[in-house]
């Protein structure tokens, strides 16, 4: 085990990390995680466990608590946060299960569109011939998803404006997981008061920017608002939900799904991890972080637009950019393939237009982790040269192994293109500085 944990050091040193959902967090943080925290069972909120010898991890979590209400501007006698989910989607899932009921009907951003799993997607199965739930969330309750405009890629409100009429959902979600534009939650708001629904805000993505302002804030206009905790916002495995003090009763409901509807003790050790971030999160250097991931995805989104590429919506106001390469004729599963294979760490992720979400037509690339280990704008421009020809290579492989995504992977071994770009990109990644870890103390060297 610990010369895997050297192994995935070395890879993560040496890589580009482009996965929009990563980050790199601190050595402060790591320490949380391997701490004597580890060993305590704290089921229930601070001062009403059900055992005993919770004094000091009380005063943990409602740290953790102050902190994030702290981070984000929140008034703590409107606003509320629950800091035991294990991560976002148990999150979302705490928050259908206290504020709705079974069978009752919400409204997401569809999977293909940049949505989220956890936000209710479902298919058909042609095999069963009949719709298949996907998540748990469409097993419980009635999905009818919102879409992107096909053309535009930006969030068709209209769309969602006349099925909500119909479809009278109890809640409707705005966030995504792939969707490169900010969100319109004054149209979200007044589309939910029309149709008497709540509004719940999955801002895991983009926590980080909204703590800083590089995002607006979805906390002046909706009732409930979940977040990861390791994306943006550079933490610990986590999350959190936030939720309006009111009438309504979602605090008592909230906090019970979590516990004990939902999950048993909750990990202290991550929460003082999420604890330790957000302190980090409110410093003047963590907002300049903030503004360069956005610097930083917008340099990279318009370098590979200077190239001839096509970006869905045309660019980025976030950290991440959605590249369609359907006009190269390949998919998304192949160019994460090669790009695997050189070092280069991307998701294949489906793009307006795609049929499937099996076969995407593009991948998703996000700037948080490598701004963490300081590149700019400059830096961007040469990770989109790095791209441009792990491209060039996937459409030469392409033509030597024919479609089957089997057949290209084989075509993929002791390529000589594949291994000098691999090279090239590994010492270019070493030329950074690494969070959490001592690179001259690893196992493992260039």
């Given amino acids: ?53 919770n004094e000091i991890v009380d005063q943990v979590e409602e740290l953790c608590q102050k902190r994030a209400l702290q981070a984000y501007g929140l008034d703590p006698e409107k606003w509320g946060v629950n800091v035991q989910p294990y991560s976002g989607s148990p999150a979302n899932f705490a928050v259908y299960t206290g504020l709705l009921r079974p069978h009752d009907r919400i409204m997401g951003l569809d999977l293909p569109s940049g949505g989220h799993l956890t936000h209710g997607f479902y298919t058909y199965s042609k095999k069963e011939g009949t719709r298949k739930a996907v998540s748990a969330t469409s097993v419980y309750f009635e ?70 302002g590089e995002q607006k804030s979805p906390f002046e206009y909706c009732d409930v608002v979940t977040t990861t905790t390791h994306k943006s916002l550079r933490g610990p495995r986590a999350g959190m939900i936030f939720f309006r003090k009111d009438e309504r009763g979602f605090e008592h409901k909230i906090n019970q799904a979590v516990f004990p509807a939902l999950q048993g003790g909750p990990h202290e050790h991550q929460i003082a991890g999420v604890a330790t971030q957000l302190l980090e999160v409110m410093t003047p250097e963590f907002k300049t972080y903030s503004a360069q991931v956005r610097k930083n995805a917008a340099a990279l989104g318009e370098k590979l637009k200077s190239l001839g590429y096509t970006l869905a919506t045309g660019g980025t106001e976030n950290h991440l950019v959605l590249w369609d390469l359907k006009p190269q004729k390949i998919t998304g599963s192949k160019f994460e393939k090669v790009c695997d294979a050189v070092s280069i760490t991307l998701n294949k992720n489906c793009v307006p237009g795609d049929r499937s979400a099996v076969t995407p037509g593009g991948v998703r690339i996000g700037a948080p982790a490598m701004t963490t280990r300081k590149l700019v704008e400059a830096d961007f421009e040469q990770i989109a040269m790095f791209l441009h020809e792990a491209l060039g290579i996937a459409l030469k492989l392409q033509e030597r192994s024919g479609p089957k995504l089997v057949d290209f992977v084989k075509c993929l071994e002791g390529d000589e293109e594949v291994t000098a770009l691999r090279k090239k990109v590994n010492e270019f990644a070493a030329g950074f500085p690494m969070p959490g870890f001592d690179p001259k103390e690893m196992k493992y060297k260039l």
């Fill in 1 to 53: 085990m610990y010369d895997l944990i050297e192994q995935e050091k070395f890879r993560q040193y040496t890589s580009l990390e482009l996965i929009a959902s990563e980050n790199f967090t601190s050595r402060a943080v790591m320490d949380c995680l391997g701490s004597a925290l580890t060993n305590k069972y704290s089921e229930g909120l601070p001062h009403a466990r059900y055992y005993g010898g």
């Fill in 143 to 212: 999905s009818l998803p919102y879409q992107v405009d096909q053309t535009t890629g930006i969030v068709n409100y209209d769309q969602l404006e006349r099925d909500a009429a119909l479809f009278k959902p109890a809640m409707i979600i705005a966030g995504g997981s792939a969707y490169p534009r900010d969100w319109d939650y004054a149209r979200f708001r007044k589309i939910a008061d029309d149709n008497g629904a709540l509004l719940l805000m999955d801002m895991a993505h983009i926590s980080g920017l909204v703590a800083t």
